[in-house]
Structures are given as C-alpha cells and as structure tokens.
C-alpha cells in the first residue's frame, strides 16, 4: 500500500522535496533475480507520488523533483524488495506496482533550533516503500508498509557570507548533501551569477494560499491530482504516532478548483474514521479508493466520483499491498499479512482468496498477446523454506485442476521475475545458482553468460526492446557489477560494461549507477570504477562504445576551466536519492530531448565535496555549469522552461525560472510570507503549469498549500516559426543506432506556452552499417584493436540442439547487430550471421538434473529428472534414461521430454541415474547418484547397564526405520573431547575405569540428526539376575524411557525393603518390550572384600541368596497405582516355567519362552544371511558375532581373570511378530519383546 513520505522540517532542517505526481511502485526481490520494473508499461505520466522519507539524516531541503515520464535510474532489490530508478518513458519502469499512491508529506518539528545556528547541512535521506513509475494503462502495486522516521543530526554552519548577503531577508543559502553528495559551501549569488548589471525588480507569480485549518498536529498528508484536465485535487493530512507506530488522526481534504480552496471531507467518510492510504484506478482517475487504519477497523471506503462521495466496505484481512491490472478498471490483487493473495473484480467491494502462502510481491498480471487469458496470473508460492513453485492461476478460479506450473520443478524463494516478454527464475544446485529464462512464455532455458562469470548476484535491470540487460556481481566482485546483454531470446549474454558502482539502499535494496537518458533511445549514462577512482560515462548505442564527458570549457563567472581528457572529465552523481523517484541530481524529459539537468563535479574522479549543477542542451556533449551549489531543477510546459528552487534549512519565497535551457536565470516570489517547504505537486500531464507547494509558516501552523499558476507568465501560444531542429550527434558523428535524428525543439528566444497539444516530432534516415553498429556475440570478447574474438572456452563451431537436419541455422561471425539498431546495407553482409544448412552431428554436451537441483529424493515421492543437450540434432537424437532400479525409458527425441521426465522409486537406495543421447553419428552419456530416502523417525542406543571394566563391550544404535538411507554415526564416550565417527550403526569400546559413564549417539540421517544417551556402570566384580513380574503390569506398561525408570526405582526399593541390602550395592534396570523384564545387579562391598576375587564371590554369593529366597517367597511386591499390586519374581531361563509353575501365570512364563526362541531365531536368521544392499547400511542387529548364551539361576562372579567368555545380551532388534514392512512404511506392531538386553557374565 501507499509509502509515505516522512518529513521532519527543522527550522535548520527545513526538508524539501518535489512531488511531480509520478507514481512508481516495485515490488520486491533479493540474492536472486530481481528486477527493476515488474508490469508492462511504455511511458510515464504525471500522476501521484508516494514517498517515504528517512529523516534520520538532517532535513535539508528539496531532494529534487519526481520526473513524470523522463528518467530511469536502476536499483535492484534483495530478496525481498527490488528497486528500480528508472527513466520515464521506458517500458520497464511503466510496470506499475501501483497506480495510484497518493503524494505523501510528513514533517516532525522536533528538536528546532535557533535562527542563529543555522547552516551548513546534509540532504534527509528518503526511504521508498518499493515504488515504481506507471504509463499510461499501467499496472501498480501499492506497497503498504509504514515505516518510522529516523534523524541525525550534523554540526552546522553557515554558508559563504558573500553569498548570504545577496538574497532575501527571509532567505538563506545552505549546503546540502544527497545520498552521496555533501554540499559545497556557497559561493553564489544572483549578481555574480549573471554579472550583467544591476539587480532586476522583484518579479511575482501569480499564487493563492490556503490554510488545512486543524491540522496543525498532523505530520503526514498525501496527495493526489485526480489527473489530467481535471481541477480535483484530494489531500489526506494524518498524525502518526511513531510510538505506537500507527495513525492516530486523520482528515480528508478536496479541492475543485486546482487548490485555491479545499473543502473538509470527515464527515462523508464518518467523523471517528481514521484514513491511512489513498489509491487511485489507474485506468479510471475519478475512482478512489481509502483505506482504514486496521489498528481500530478494517475497511475501505470507494468513490467513483473523484472522491465527492463514499461507501464504506469491511474487510477481513489486512492488505499490505495492492496491484491493479493494466487494462480493467475494476480489477484487483490484494497481499496480506498472513501470506494470503486476494482478487477483486469489482474495485475492491468483494473479495475471493485466490492462493496461500504467496511470495510477498512475487505476483503478476498476464500481459495481453503473451498469455493466453487476460485474468491470468503469474504467482510464486512458498512449500517449505528454502523452495518455492511457479504456479499461474486463473483469476475466479485457482484450483488445484486449472494451476499452471510453466517450470518443471522448484525454485528458490523469491526469485519469480514476469517482466514483459520474460519469465526469470533461479534454482541453486551444488552451491551455484543457475538462472532460467522463458522469452515469449516458451520453455525455460538457462541463461548463458560467459562461461566463467560466476555470478554471485544478479538482477535484471531492463527488458525494453526485445532484449535483456543484466546486472552481475561476478566471484570476484564485491563493490560493482559488470553489465551484461542479451540477444532477443534472452539467453546469450555479452558483457556491455565493466565495474559499474554499486550502493545499498535503505531497504537493503541494491542501487546501480546507470541511468537512462529520456528521450534518447539508446542513450546511458553510468559510473564505472577504474583504478579505485569513479568516473562517469556515456553511451548512444545501448552500452556498444563508452566515453567519459567533455567538462565546461568555463565556470559561472566566465572563467576557463583547464580540464584535458582523459585525465580530467565531468562527472555526475546518478544516485539521486535514496527514493529513486525524486531527483535533484540527475533529471531528463521524453519531452524535452536533449536537455539533461545533473549534479556532479569536475577532475580525475566523481566527489562529493565541491558539487555543482551542469546541464546539456545537446544530449550530453557539450555541459554548462548553472549552480555551484545544488538546486532542485523542474521542468515546466514540457521543458520550454525549468525552475529551480534552492536546498535551504529556512523558510523560503522565492524560486527561479529560465526560459531558455538554463541560460539565463530570472528571479519570482511565489508568496509575501517565506514558508517552509515540505513538498511540491504538479498537475498531472505534459502542460504541468499549475504547481501546489505545501508546507508550513512554523512547526505549529497549520498546513499551507500554496497554488501556482504559471500561466500568467507567458504571453501567448508557441507557433510554427517558434522552433528549431536539432540534429542528435555524438561528437560530430550524426548516425546514432543506425539511423540519423532530428528533433524540433523550442527556440532558447522564445517564450511562448507550447500547451497539452505539443509533442515532439522526429525525423529519421537510416545510416550505412559500420562495424560499430554491431556488438560482440555471445563467446566472443572484444580486443584492443576493436575485433571480435572467440573466448578461449568458446567453440565457434558448436551448433545448438535446436539445429535439425535439414533445416538451417544461423552461423555466428562473431558480431551481432545492436538490438534496435536500424542501419541497413554497408557491411551489414559482413558482419550478420550467415544462414547454412544444419549439419549432422553426434551429441554433445548432455545435462542429466533434477528438476529441484539436489541430489536426494524422499521415498516415495515424484522425483522429475530434466535432461538438456547442448549440441545436436535434438530432433534426431533419442533420449534413454535408466533410473537404476531396473526401470529405464526412452524417448525419440529431446523436445518429448523439455517438460521432464517423472518416476517414483520404492526402495530406499543409491541410485545411478543414467542419461544416453544418441543417433547415428554418437552418442553422449550423462550420471547422477540419487540418494533416495525417507525419513529417521526413532533411534534406540542398545548398551549395557553394567559393564566390567578393561571388557570390551558393544554399543549399537538401532534405527527406526531400520533403512533411512546413508547414515553417519557419531559416538561421544565418557570423557573423550573429540567423537567416534563411524559407518556402521555399531562400535566395540572397553572401559578402563569404574566408575559411571555417559555413552551418546548422534546419527545422521539427510538433514535429520537424533541422539541417544545412556549410562553405564563400570565395576569389576558383579553379579546379575532377570527378574519377572505378574502379568497385570504389562497392562499398565507404556514401553517408555520415563516409566521404566520410575518403576526401576520402586522395584530398588521393594527389593533393599525385603532384604536389607545397601542402596550402594544394588542396581535395577527395567528392560524395554513386552512381556515387562528387569535385571537386578549386586555389587561388592570393597571394604569387606578388600578387592579380592574369592571374598568379591562369596560375598556376592551370599547377597544373591538373599536376593533370591525373597524373591521366590513372593516378598517383593510393590503398588503401581491403587488396586494394583506387583510382585516381582525370579526369571529362571531353564524350560520349566519361567515365573512360577501355578495356573495364574502359565500363560505368562509361555510367552516368555516363546519370546527368547523367536529372539534367538532372529538373531540366528540374521547373522547367517545379513548382506549390504547397494549405497545403504543392513546392519546385524546383535550386540557381536558370537553365539549369545544366558545364564541359569546361578551366575558365577566375573572376573578378568575368568576362563569363561564374556557374553553380551541381545541388542533391541525392530522385529514384529509378523513380517517387516520395507523402507518408511511404519509397521503394524503385534507383540514387542524385550530385546534391550544387558550383558551376563558367566
């Protein structure tokens, strides 16, 4: 929705801007493709500006004026937010985000000082909430993003007192800086500046003044010319609270009669209504559209009557920002805050969700010709974070069914480009991102820059003209960006500049140094480093030939300028501002050709100190210093004449015109009473001889809004014999882009109003080709001496798959014709490509992808394989593709598959993919490895609960899926600093130390890492037993970590409760599974035993015996839960009854029998045939690879020295009673056993 321009006029600090109603709204972008310009478009008019002012710099003065339908400057965004200063006139800038966002003024009268402290001061830098320009029929996105005003404040001082001494009481020069600009101290004055003779007489304008009464509080307004030949102005004056960062008042004012007097609207649009932004259709001026302040409702009010009347409708989202469609009035996207796009065909009264999860400003109409329904629209939307689709939906009707995917695949976030004729996307594979482009809505191919650019970044400055120029950050680039162009399709790149400067933007977004020249076709001008110095240059063939510009031969005073090139040149500031739609640095007009106002510097490089203002009358080959200090440049009547109006921290009244291109400058007062400027409109259309300056007598008054009516200034209509032809040249050289130009123009000596039926009138001849109408080809690089040569990567002689046997191609000289050049004949012969026949030739060059550029896949799942070929008859080549799991296609030729190629594959694996090209010259072969796989839901770290020391024992991690694909396990063991990293699901450690150790496991698996930790008990001596339990606490047993550790606590208790023996000396581990085990281990009394073997066994012998005479006496019971009693018996691992032998538990003691046979089964099966698949891990699940034993009733004690071997317990084995499901299918569990056995020692 509408930015605002956020003013804070200090009574030093006086910010000055100029509005000439020029509405230009981009949306967003990012380290991705960008672009300057997002909707169609081919010139800009004069409509609504809507700005956002950074006032944390210190508020200065003008930032210079919006330029309706003449300038472009580029900026590119991040990714989220591309920007684009750009000219008037081009069709990349016409691509209105919004039409139209309403003029916004802000000011903050805080921190005022004293007259006396005045003077020197720094430009407030502007901050625009993504804006872009629109023409005529245009689209528009209205960002709504309201954003805090900041200032910093800088020590003043006052400018020369020869200069001050010469203006007004009321008036002061001061020095002002732009973004990059800091301004010199003043020097100027009116009589020196003409040095003819005495001063003239106080020259008026006819003006009216006009008092907001009320408002005095409100810091922001917006305004809106309702359009050409219309008297209807709408001004919107609100009171933002920057700590509650919301708009806490509002009024609506409308003027009929141009702003002489405004009438107050609050009562039509409900006296509680708080207003926060105004639109307006662009393709119908008289309908105007509010916008509540959602803090205290949601709702838009609508007139279709140039804001006489109003109806309010609810909303229930939040709109962030806006974009109308091109051709239908009434038609409407909506963004909100939940991600959420909305669409209206009847402006706004209803609404109807269209998609979710949408790419903020990554959203289009169709343009008409291209796409095939007028209510098509173009949509990035988000599936996880870091990949998105390209998705067209139909307007009234987005459903799964009618959605569009034009790309096959995903893309990265924020990198949908629809600008014109093209389509942009970017996909990252293998840590590079590769760039695709659809030109005329055909296939995706990615762009072809110089084989080892290597971007870094990349944005898209312009697609005007059939072709695309393309800012790149290249791998050895950090500060600039070498500017490449494209042949028609939007494929072939070729370097047009290098090192072109580069800045960030408020919003992050990234600015460029060029600048296109209105009215020029073919006209740059940029900022190159060289030699860590900036220089400015010049183009008139679209970046063919540069050269730096010629300085002025003289000064202001006459004096001679001593500047020899090339050490010495003029150079001009292209960041104008922040906000890329005001401009006091750099301006030109589509009506006014020739004619270039610029602030810059003379000498070896671009400075900001010692800043001047220069204009060019002959498109920029000759330059005239106008100011030596910078001045806000407007141009009036379509550039018959300009007004200047000076940067000053006090209240002004007066301004400057000139009618004779700068020449000659005279002085008028446009009120008695000096005012502080916040900002100027202009009417809408070419005439532009009404102006409305607001602003304030103090920071307490009310808003003044001062009317100017030019009119009165000039005596009569323009005729025939009142203008002149110019012929366009370039330092003498009359053929530009391949054709000779004549332009009429107004006479410096007359002064006359040429009026709204004026337009500028050309006369061309075409031009003989000459070598410099062409630039080089893609893989060509040109020498010093100007010829074209191949790259040392490139092969000249490679065909394109597109070539077919029997058709023809055209075969590169190395040279190619300058997009819209139109010279004819001359050495056009030899410099055009050469039609030939297609030869036949064996394939080359074949690419085997994924459509999302990775190189894993979810089991599955469709997986979509793009096969592309560089070189051969595609039309004759047969594509054979072999997934690697005994399925394979083929397909007769390469077009049959430009959509991809799908297939699924159901076994989690490795998989080499192969492509084969083939026909009867050869054959071409491509590889991937896929790593299919699926999700690690669960690991299980199987390890004893006690271990005797200086024993090597087995630590397993048990997977869940047991095949998840290529696993890494990472083992962190007791007090090791550095980890255990191994292959396999399983390691041998031995514990030298008693004591207790922390044993955890990481595993990953994709981009899935699960642990596991356990504790082991390291003692030298020990005795173990298995403990049962009756069967009605497997009805309460969950087979959770939590709850076995409780209930291993309880059943410690019963068993020190029934028996005596010391809490130090007994361990209980409840074992997972069903039916509910345990294990209990006796440790030795080091002062009985005194570390002994023979006293360690008789003494544990003795507390075993005790153990087990209570437990076979039924002694050892414990309550779960009330009426839930448990006794815990004696396991016996003989074939008699494991429990006991009474009927109760018969059924128990089977079950536990049948659990160990079926364990050992298993474990027999799968030491006897595990093997590996291909590209995965099967990994035995058991603790070693000996024959596990178990104890009877009566262990012996363990001992080092022991002749009898150490035998581990079963490790946990994902075995089901019944078969096991494959790959990520979970299985459907019948019985659990308790496979998470601790080791015994026999």
């Known amino acids: 929705m509408n930015g605002e321009v956020i003013f804070c006029p200090k009574w030093h600090r006086a910010f000055w801007f100029l509005l000439f109603a020029v509405p230009c709204f981009l949306h967003a972008g990012e380290a991705e493709i960008t672009c300057r310009s997002c909707q169609p478009g081919s010139k800009w008019r004069g409509k609504e500006l809507l700005l956002k002012f950074h006032t944390s710099e210190s508020a200065t003065g003008f930032r210079g004026q919006v330029f309706g339908n003449s300038e472009r400057r580029f900026g590119a965004a991040s990714a989220e937010t591309p920007r684009l200063s750009c000219a008037v006139g081009s069709a990349e800038c016409a691509r209105a985000r919004v039409e139209y966002p309403e003029t916004s003024l802000k000011r903050n009268t805080r921190d005022l000082r004293a007259k006396g402290e005045l003077g020197q001061s720094e430009f407030t830098q502007m901050k625009v909430s993504n804006v872009s320009t629109s023409g005529q029929k245009k689209n528009g996105r209205v960002e709504g993003v309201r954003r805090r005003a900041r200032r910093n404040s800088h020590g003043d001082k006052l400018g020369s007192p020869r200069s001050a001494q010469n203006q007004d009481r009321g008036e002061a020069t001061g020095t002002v800086a732009g973004r990059r600009v800091t301004r010199s101290e003043l020097r100027w004055s009116g009589e020196e500046r003409r040095a003819a003779g005495p001063r003239q007489e106080e020259l008026k304008l006819n003006s009216s003044t006009f008092a907001l009464t009320g408002d005095s509080s409100h810091n922001q307004a917006m305004v809106h010319w309702s359009g050409q030949n219309s008297s209807v102005i709408l001004m919107l004056t609100k009171l933002f609270d920057f700590n509650l960062n919301s708009v806490t008042e509002s009024s609506l004012w409308r003027s009929t009669d141009y702003g002489a007097t405004y009438q107050k609207l609050n009562d039509k649009v409900g006296a509680k209504t708080i207003l926060s932004y105004l639109y307006v259709s662009p393709n119908n001026k008289r309908k105007i559209m509010l916008l509540t302040d959602p803090e205290v409702e949601s709702s838009l009010l609508i007139s279709s009557d140039e804001g006489a009347t109003y109806q309010k409708y609810r909303l229930n989202f939040y709109i962030l920002s806006l974009l109308f469609h091109p051709e239908q009035e009434d038609w409407i996207l909506a963004y909100s805050h939940d991600q959420k796009l909305y669409s209206s065909v009847e402006f706004g009264r209803r609404w109807q969700l269209v998609h979710e999860r949408v790419a903020p400003n990554r959203f289009y109409w169709s343009k008409m010709g291209l796409d095939k329904e007028p209510g098509l629209i173009h949509l990035e939307t988000s599936i996880t974070e870091g990949q998105a689709l390209y998705v067209t939906c139909k307007l009234q009707n987005c459903t799964d069914a009618n959605k569009g995917k034009p790309f096959p695949g995903y893309i990265d976030p924020n990198s949908l480009v629809v600008q014109d004729e093209y389509v942009f996307v970017q996909v990252s594979a293998g840590g590079r991102p590769i760039y695709y482009v659809s030109a005329k809505r055909d296939v995706f191919t990615p762009m072809k820059l110089p084989k080892y650019t290597l971007p870094k970044d990349l944005h898209v400055i312009s697609t005007d003209e059939n072709r695309v120029v393309a800012a790149v950050r290249e791998?050895?680039?950090?500060?600039?960006?070498?500017?490449?162009?494209?042949?028609?399709?939007?494929?072939?790149?070729?370097?047009?500049?290098?090192?072109?400067?580069?800045?960030?933007?408020?919003?992050?977004?990234?600015?460029?140094?060029?600048?296109?020249?209105?009215?020029?076709?073919?006209?740059?001008?940029?900022?190159?480093?060289?030699?860590?110095?900036?220089?400015?240059?010049?183009?008139?063939?679209?970046?063919?030939?540069?050269?730096?510009?010629?300085?002025?031969?003289?000064?202001?005073?006459?004096?001679?300028?001593?500047?020899?090139?090339?050490y010495c040149s003029l150079h001009l500031h292209l960041h104008v501002s922040a906000n890329p739609y005001t401009s006091g640095n750099i301006a030109s007009r589509d009506s006014a050709p020739g004619i270039i106002v610029a602030s810059g510097s003379i000498g070896a490089e671009l400075t900001t100190s010692n800043v001047s203002v220069f204009i060019t009358s002959d498109a920029g080959n000759t330059w005239r210093q106008i100011f030596d200090e910078e001045y806000a440049v407007l141009y009036l009547d379509q550039g018959g004449a300009l007004v200047a109006i000076r940067h000053t921290p006090l209240p002004i009244r007066h301004l400057w015109l000139s009618f004779d291109e700068g020449r000659q400058w005279n002085k008028y007062s446009f009120t008695n009473t000096p005012l502080f400027v916040d900002g100027v409109l202009g009417e809408p259309g070419e005439e532009t001889l009404i102006m409305t300056i607001f602003g304030h007598v103090s920071h307490r008054s009310e808003w003044q809004l001062v009317k100017i009516d030019f009119r009165s200034i000039f005596n009569r209509r323009c005729i025939e014999a009142d203008y002149q032809t110019w012929h366009l040249h370039n330092q003498g050289e009359p053929c530009l882009m391949g054709v000779k130009r004549i332009y009429r123009k107004l006479k410096p000596t007359s002064r006359c109003v040429m009026g709204k039926t004026y337009s500028v009138t050309m006369t061309s001849a075409p031009c003989d080709c000459t070598e410099a109408d062409f630039e080089c080809d893609y893989g060509f690089e040109r020498r010093t001496d100007g010829k074209c040569t191949p790259a040392f990567w490139f092969h000249p002689s490679s065909m394109s798959r597109s070539c077919t046997t029997g058709m023809t191609f055209l075969n590169s000289t190395g040279y190619r014709k300058v997009v819209s050049n139109n010279c004819t004949a001359g050495v056009s012969a030899e410099y055009t490509a050469r039609r030939q026949q297609c030869p036949i030739q064996a394939p080359k060059g074949l690419h085997l992808v994924t459509s999302e550029g990775s190189l894993t896949a979810v089991l599955g799942t469709n997986v979509t394989f793009l096969v592309f070929l560089e070189e051969g008859d595609g039309a004759r080549t047969s594509i054979t593709l072999d997934f690697g799991d005994g399925h394979a296609l083929t397909y007769s030729n390469v077009s049959s598959i430009e959509d991809g190629i799908k297939h699924i594959y159901k076994a989690v694996g490795i998989y080499r993919v192969t492509a084969?090209?083939?026909?009867?010259?050869?054959?071409?072969?491509?590889?991937?490895?896929?790593?299919?796989?699926?999700?690690?839901?669960?690991?299980?770290?199987?390890?004893?609960?006690?271990?005797?020391?200086?024993?090597?024992?087995?630590?397993?991690?048990?997977?869940?899926?047991?095949?998840?694909?290529?696993?890494?396990?990472?083992?962190?063991?007791?007090?090791?600093?550095?980890?255990?990293?191994?292959?396999?699901?399983?390691?041998?450690?031995?514990?030298?130390?008693?004591?207790?150790?922390?044993?955890?496991?990481?595993?990953?698996?994709?981009?899935?890492?699960?642990?596991?930790?356990?504790t082991i008990a390291v003692h030298e001596y020990f005795r173990s037993h298995l403990l049962a339990f009756s069967s009605n606490l497997d009805e309460h047993n969950p087979d959770i970590a939590e709850w076995r550790l409780d209930v291993s606590r309880v059943i410690k208790n019963s068993l020190i409760q029934a028996t005596g023996v010391r809490e130090d000396q007994l361990l209980v581990t409840v074992l997972p599974g069903l039916p509910t085990a345990a294990e209990f281990f006796l440790l030795p009394d080091k002062q009985i035993t005194e570390g002994k073997p023979e006293k360690s066994s008789a003494h544990l012998d003795q507390l075993s015996e005790l153990l087990l005479s209570a437990l076979n006496q039924n002694l050892v019971q414990f309550t779960l839960r009330p009426g839930v009693q448990v006794t815990v018996y004696a396991a016996h691992l003989s074939a008699a009854p494991l429990v006991d032998t009474s009927e109760n538990h018969s059924g128990s003691a089977m079950l536990m029998l049948l659990s160990v046979v079926v364990v050992g089964l298993a474990v027999f099966v799968i030491y006897k045939f595990k093997r590996k698949i291909p590209g995965l891990n099967v990994y035995a699940q058991m603790q070693n690879e000996k024959e596990q034993e178990m104890s009877p009733a009566n262990p012996t004690v363990a001992t080092p020295s022991s002749q009898q071997d150490l035998v581990h317990s079963l490790e946990i084995l994902d075995t089901e009673f019944n078969s096991r499901p494959i790959g990520c299918m979970k299985p459907h569990v019948h019985v659990k056993f308790s496979t998470e056995l601790p080791t015994y020692i026999v």
Request: negative net charge; contains cysteine.
């Open 475 to 566: 791998w050895n680039q950090n500060e600039t960006y070498n500017l490449y162009v494209s042949d028609t399709s939007g494929v072939y790149y070729t370097l047009a500049l290098e090192n072109v400067v580069s800045s960030m933007g408020p919003e992050g977004n990234v600015m460029v140094d060029l600048y296109e020249v209105a009215g020029i076709k073919g006209m740059f001008l940029a900022n190159k480093r060289t030699d860590n110095q900036v220089k400015t240059y010049i183009t008139y063939n679209r970046g063919r030939d540069w050269r730096l510009l010629q300085a002025p031969s003289k000064d202001l005073r006459g004096n001679s300028i001593h500047c020899v090139l090339p």
């Open 916 to 1014: 084969t090209g083939e026909n009867s010259l050869g054959s071409e072969t491509a590889m991937l490895y896929l790593h299919v796989t699926c999700q690690l839901e669960y690991i299980h770290l199987s390890a004893p609960f006690v271990a005797v020391r200086n024993k090597e024992v087995n630590l397993t991690a048990v997977l869940w899926p047991s095949q998840v694909g290529t696993v890494t396990y990472i083992w962190w063991i007791g007090n090791n600093t550095e980890p255990v990293i191994t292959l396999e699901g399983s390691v041998a450690y031995t514990f030298s130390r008693e004591g207790i150790n922390t044993v955890t496991v990481q595993v990953s698996a994709g981009n899935t890492i699960l642990q596991d930790r356990k």
